[in-house]
Nanobody, 115 residues
């Protein structure tokens, strides 16, 4: 059983930065994609960014140039550096580990962007 635990959420002013972290239990971490998703109140969950084991990344258009996803395969961790945050980035952010026959989600961490 794989467990994912996110951390790093909180309250930040518009224009500020936050760094989210997600640690995964389980083995064969490099066999899976890692992704960050978010769900704002009243909206569906959406992809923010994803990264495969060799470092290739994909981003939602709304965060390109502001967010950076990275992973440390030795530590079973994935990160999301969020810069130039906007009020519309407010959401619960979820970590996902998937591919290769598995699909696991963390419980999420709340990011609130407000003055």
């Amino acid at each position: 059983q794989v467990q994912l635990v996110e951390s790093g959420g909180g309250l930040v002013q518009p224009g500020g930065s936050l760094r989210l972290s997600c640690v995964s239990s389980g083995s064969d971490f490099t066999r899976n994609l890692m992704g960050w998703y978010r769900q704002a109140p009243g909206k569906e969950r959406e992809l923010v960014a994803q990264i495969i084991s060799n470092g290739v990344t994909n981003y939602a258009d709304s965060v390109k140039g502001r967010f950076t996803i990275s992973r440390d395969n030795a530590k079973n961790m994935v990160y999301l550096q969020m810069n130039s945050l906007k009020p519309e980035d407010t959401a619960v952010y979820y970590c996902r580990r998937y591919g290769g026959g598995m699909d696991y989600w963390g419980k999420g961490t709340l990011v609130t962007v407000s003055s």
